[in-house]
């Protein structure tokens, strides 16, 4: 006997009965005292299987899970815990899953902005034409390094110093020198570098760094000093 012919019995107490020489189950529609349907199965044949009642429990319930509230086993024990023949039950839907938790993304590492030196020298024969003071494109480019990697910050001092080697006279030199330290200063306050102050110097052949008696060595001598403060 199907689920389907059993519900649509509809009897008030007794849904149906079951016989083979005698009825071997009853179903029940039993009303509890929430006010919540359930039904009761007995299985009174000698020959059921252990699970009987489950069986008809299941076929009551058609697509929905059986939920036991009262199970009589006079006949189980330990061993048989479904060898049930009263059996009390509801019909449940079954439970939905609970949907999946979307993974937050993680958060993006922190980027930590490269301090800027505080020391920077330029290499004249690099970044100016001989005898010139007109910044070439690799001292551009150094000096806009400089200038992102102190985005931000503003300095309390930016000292400029420029040298020449000894070739020439000494009074040439330090102007060149101070024209060379003029036109980084010039570059970096125009292109955002920010201080309270900026101080210029032009030095000259004063304090070389190496000897001008080699050509190595006066390529040493030649260049812009810029410190950070």
Same mark, same amino acid.
């Given at each position: 006997?199907?689920?389907?012919?059993?519900?649509?019995?509809?009897?008030?107490?007794?849904?149906?009965?079951?016989?083979?020489?005698?009825?071997?189950?009853?179903?029940?529609?039993?009303?509890?005292?929430?006010? %919540?349907?359930?039904?009761?199965? !007995?299985?009174?044949?000698?020959?059921?299987?252990?699970?009987?009642?489950?069986?008809?429990?299941?076929?009551?319930?058609?697509?929905?899970?059986?939920?036991?509230?009262?199970?009589?086993?006079?006949?189980? !024990?330990?061993?048989? =815990?479904?060898?049930?023949?009263?059996?009390?039950? %509801?019909?449940?839907?079954?439970?939905?899953?609970? =949907?999946?938790?979307?993974?937050?993304?993680?958060?993006?590492?922190?980027?930590?902005?490269?301090?800027?030196?505080?020391?920077?020298?330029?290499?004249?024969?690099?970044?100016? !034409?001989?005898?010139?003071?007109?910044?070439?494109? !690799?001292?551009?480019?150094?000096?806009?390094?400089?200038?992102?990697?102190?985005?931000?910050?503003?300095?309390?001092?930016?000292? *400029?110093?420029?040298?020449?080697?000894?070739?020439?006279?000494?009074?040439?030199?330090?102007?060149?020198?101070?024209?060379?330290?003029?036109?980084?200063?010039?570059?970096?306050?125009?292109?955002?570098?920010?201080?309270?102050?900026?101080?210029?110097?032009?030095?000259?052949?004063?304090?070389? *760094?190496?000897?001008?008696?080699?050509?190595?060595?006066?390529?040493?001598?030649?260049?812009?000093?810029?410190?950070?403060?």
């Amino acid at each position: 006997m199907s689920a389907k012919s059993i519900l649509a019995l509809g009897a008030t107490i007794l849904l149906a009965a079951c016989a083979s020489q005698g009825p071997t189950w009853n179903a029940y529609r039993v009303s509890m005292p929430n006010g %919540q349907q359930a039904y009761r199965v !007995d299985c009174h044949g000698l020959f059921e299987g252990q699970e009987a009642c489950f069986s008809q429990a299941v076929e009551i319930c058609g697509n929905k899970q059986v939920r036991p509230l009262e199970a009589v086993a006079p006949l189980g !024990d330990e061993q048989n =815990p479904r060898d049930v023949r009263i059996l009390t039950f %509801q019909c449940a839907t079954p439970a939905q899953p609970a =949907p999946p938790v979307a993974a937050k993304p993680a958060p993006a590492p922190l980027v930590v902005p490269a301090a800027p030196p505080k020391r920077i020298t330029l290499d004249s024969d690099a970044n100016f !034409d001989t005898d010139k003071s007109t910044l070439k494109a !690799d001292a551009l480019d150094k000096l806009d390094v400089l200038i992102e990697a102190a985005h931000g910050t503003t300095f309390k001092a930016v000292t *400029i110093s420029g040298y020449t080697d000894s070739t020439g006279t000494a009074e040439h030199n330090r102007q060149l020198s101070e024209r060379r330290a003029q036109a980084v200063a010039q570059y970096l306050r125009e292109h955002g570098l920010n201080a309270q102050k900026f101080e210029v110097r032009g030095y000259g052949e004063s304090n070389p *760094i190496a000897s001008n008696v080699t050509a190595a060595g006066r390529a040493r001598n030649r260049r812009v000093d810029i410190a950070l403060e």
